[in-house]
């Protein structure tokens, strides 16, 4: 008796403390809800927001409702974490693989860069790039361009278009060189298991991705043109590219910095994974016969992956979540339309900003939901 | 003498390779630094495309001469073991002393020799390099704010006394030594409140009111973070051992709350913070939005925190828990002299890392209105009398974060040394 006592007492008591703190608090926004007569509701997402959004993937103006501007922010969110994540794994796994790298030289390079970008601040990092090394660019009409399609300019990054014809014929291709892809490497593992035969499954892929791909440009009526950007005088001190595809300054800015950023930490999970496969897995399968080549793919890379992985998703997870930075410099995120502008226009506070964290909520929990999955699926199973 | 093949340098005619490898070295090294300090190019004579890779191709097969195994010049086998192991690896290095020798005129040139330091306006700075002109007029403005300047010394007193408590733990003395935890985690943040409280917001004992509005600058930066460090830690520290519970109701409420934080970015729970919790708190109640701030950063990055012990409290072996329960520890005994401080010990680098965050967070403040270092920075950017030295600010305040954090690495990394114990 005494011993069940020990165990319901301290529940009830932190449940009680949980369920005060919460009808403290819910009486008191009841309370202040009440005397400045706001009703809470959601009512308010299908009115019109009237204002706009400088940069925006769907299309949206000030007529559209405060639900559409929601998804704005979210798509620029979205956007933004997809190209910082690209660009930090490129850049994390090269920087990780170089921190391995016999040559001195090159160690320490990698060394100094991780040691300085995770050792400031990510804020200071994308004020440093919007405010002091983009405002350093030549104004439009003084831009040389790259190549002679791309221009670099104080207003953005201007780039060609592409231009498609029948680009959904173009999608079922691709499409359809996956399907073939995954069949044949099924068939291919087949023909291992059962009579040991190898084929050469990478070339086999590669070759089906770009030859499927290409046929329908030969013969699908798939083409594809460029809309290069081309700079116009509006009147005597403005231009303006037209054509083409422009990349604003705040998105260069964020996506930069927090790419630089994380990929230190990236990196550093790289390095981790590749350094604790222990020398002798790798002089084991060199002593059963197997190349270097075929080390690297069947036996350290599958275990690497394993230690790299987990880490790295959480990594992409703070990606995510500190791209909410881009308020600070004014690029239309999920934080700055919705938690920002819609808020300052309704004044629904607790609304708003239950609909921000909810959503950011669930982007996180669903990939670690994800990742647990993962982790199981690839743990090592010991009897 | 034998007769030479250059595509295999062998040890036979070692002194030619190395003669012939060294000039051509020197070649394309020479020829790089004319252009980057003269602004020169030897190589004129030749095509653009191949005066602009003809060092990268001089040292490349310099680099290849002096590749010469067991030469039994001892350097020389270290500098091949090091940087010149293969052609691949050979033309990374030659790239990367490329890079160095290009950059390094226009970055000292920027920093030190066109740069500006002596006037008092922005006249002085006439020259192409940085102006730390402007860093030294806003110093003080960036150090401590909008804190008025004949009340600083205030700040002075009470961060030197605060580091002055803070190493009474290195007093040698066995009989206080017990007490050194109780000291840190209660005693220590009390008098921190109160000096801080007392002498720097003033407003008893004869000292005028300064309000919080005003604090800024990196001193603010450090209140911040102290407070939340001290602050997270408890907090963290409960919510692992909550995890990690028997009691299902403690358990639930521990996770949801600690995935509820880690889901969440910091920006939009400061906007909680500043918008939303006003809401929530009864009617005549006031809150500063110093303390609002402070509360929700500590309970943010107590959530990480505990994942962290959480990490601690797993990796300690089973055989622990049963020794100190056959000893008859209760549960509370059991943890604070047993579990926590090989469990603390263990996650040490862990902990540094969540506290390197948490200072690297503090700018984030600028969303309710508070200017720490990084938003003094960018209003001072702002100031009409100095516009146009944002690269500046943004340079110095970068040097300071790097100079707190990376001592703070490296001595978690001491710290983690010292406490390591084999097991």
Sequence with gaps: MNFKLNKIIPQLVTLLAVILVFGFLTYNAQVNMDNRGIEFGFGFLSQESSFDVQFSLIDYDGSHSYARAYLVGLLNTLLVAFIGIILSTILGIIVGIARLSPNYLIERTAAFYVEFFRNVPLLLQIFFWYFAALRALPLPQDTEPMFGVFFLTIKGLFVPRFVWENLDIFFYSIIAAIISIIVIRNYARKLQENEGKQLPVFSISVGLFIILPLLTFLIGGVSLNFSVPVLEQMSNTSFKYKGGLGIPPELIALTLALGLYTATFIAECVRAGIQGISKGQKEAAASIGLTPRQILKLVVMPQALRIIIPPTTNQYLNLTKNSSLAAAIAYPDLVLIFAGTALMQTGRAIEIVSITMFTYLSISLSISVLMNWYNKKIAIKEK | MNKLNFLRPDIENIKTYLYLGIFLIFISILDVSLNAFFNTNITSFL????????????????????????????????????????????????????????????????????????????????????????????????????????????????FIALIALAFVGLLPSEKIKKFLTLYYVVIYPVIAFILIYYLISGGAFGLVWVETGAWGGLSLTFIVSFFCLIFCFPVGMFLALGRRSDLPTVRYISVGFIEFWRGVPLITVLFMSSVMFPMFLPEDFFMDKLVRVIIAISLFEAAYVAEVIRGGLQALPRGQYDAAKSLGMGYWKMHIFVILPQALKLVIPGIANTFLALVKDTPLIFVVGLLEIVGMLNLAKTNPKWLGYAMEGYVFAAIIFWIICYAMSKYSYNLEIKYKTDR
């Design chain 2, 47 to 158: 095509p653009n495309f191949i005066s602009f890779l003809l060092p990268l191709i001089l040292g490349t097969v310099g680099l290849h001469f002096i590749r010469i195994e067991f030469s039994g010049i001892k350097n020389l086998d270290l500098l091949n073991k090091n940087i010149n192991t293969n052609a691949f690896n050979a033309v990374l290095t030659l790239l990367i002393i490329f890079a160095i020798i290009k950059s390094l005129p226009a970055f000292l040139s920027w920093f030190f020799i066109d740069a500006t330091i002596s006037g008092d306006t922005k006249e002085a700075c006439t020259g192409t390099g940085a102006c730390w002109t402007y860093i030294k007029i806003w110093l003080n403005r960036f150090i401590y704010g909008m804190y008025p300047n004949e009340l600083q010394w205030r700040i002075n007193i009470s």
